[in-house]
């Protein structure tokens, strides 16, 4: 297993439609978006070509984008490896909080990483994480 800080929008893509989420396709427009405006506010990390994870940086937030990983290779911890490494970053960071929105992972939110909800918009379900 090798971690890779690159952006590569190709293996993204693949793992993306590889893990059945629709949504994190668009979650990967949004972090080119965010590269475009400001690289240095993205964070992307990503396990092979099997799992990756997305967030923008704020001062005081981190904003997980999108998480994906492979159905393959579903079952093996990476979301629960790339969730820790952020959390280190945050506190390497001096970040207090990480935030989502999420409809298909808030089981994985509550449960692997003890996040609460905090409301809802549309369909989808506010998460925070506190650190």
Partial sequence: MKIYKDFNDAIYKEIAKAS????????IGYAKFVYYHNPEKRYSERIDEDAWI???INKNN???IGMA?????????????????????CYT??????????????????????????????NDYLMEIDL
């Fill in 54 to 56: 997305l967030a923008c």
């Fill in 93 to 122: 960071n001096g970040i207090k909080k990480i935030t989502t929105r999420t409809f298909s992972g808030k089981d994985f939110y509550t449960k692997v990483a003890n996040a609460k909800i905090v409301g809802k918009k549309g």
């Fill in 62 to 64: 981190f904003r997980i």
């Fill in 20 to 27: 059945g989420v629709k949504q994190t396709e668009k979650d």
């Fill in 69 to 89: 990983t492979k159905k393959e290779a579903q079952g093996r911890g990476y979301g629960s490896i790339l969730l820790n490494r952020a959390k280190q970053y």
